[in-house]
């Protein structure tokens, strides 16, 4: 869950301030990269007065990461300013690596084609994003 809050700043540009918050406490969500764009462009520069994980600026393109979200960290808060109007930070681009599907889906075994017979198996779930866009 994501949200943003913006304040326009005659001469500074916006405030915005972006918070999540993991609500299936079940689920674990690896390399989290939330993509804004912010362009730096009209005299105003990127400023960022929080960052709960880390954050990189370069191309346009500010990426929040937070490398676990999970019961123990399962909120975070970016507040930044930055030149531009409230519509110059859409689209949001979010990535995320799970160990585990949203549904409880497993293996409960493997038979050989034509014989029935169990044989030996390993399995190993990943689950992550192709795309994920708020807009």
């Known amino acids: 869950k994501q949200w943003y809050q913006r304040r326009v700043r005659a001469g500074r540009g916006c405030d915005v301030n972006i918070e999540y918050e993991l609500q299936d406490t079940s689920l674990e969500l690896y390399n989290v990269i939330i993509s804004i764009p912010v362009s730096t462009q009209g005299g105003v520069g990127l400023t960022v007065a929080q960052c709960d994980g880390s954050y990189d600026h370069s191309h346009g393109v500010l990426q929040w990461t937070v490398p676990l979200v999970d019961r123990s960290n399962s909120s975070g808060t970016l507040e ?51 795309q994920y866009s708020i807009e």
């Open 80 to 130: 930044f300013t930055a030149p531009g109007s409230a519509d110059s930070f859409y689209p949001v681009g979010v990535s995320f690596n799970m160990n585990s599907p949203f549904c409880d889906i497993r293996v409960s075994g493997v038979n050989a084609a034509g014989s029935d017979q169990s044989v030996p198996y390993t399995t190993e779930c990943t689950a992550f994003t192709e």
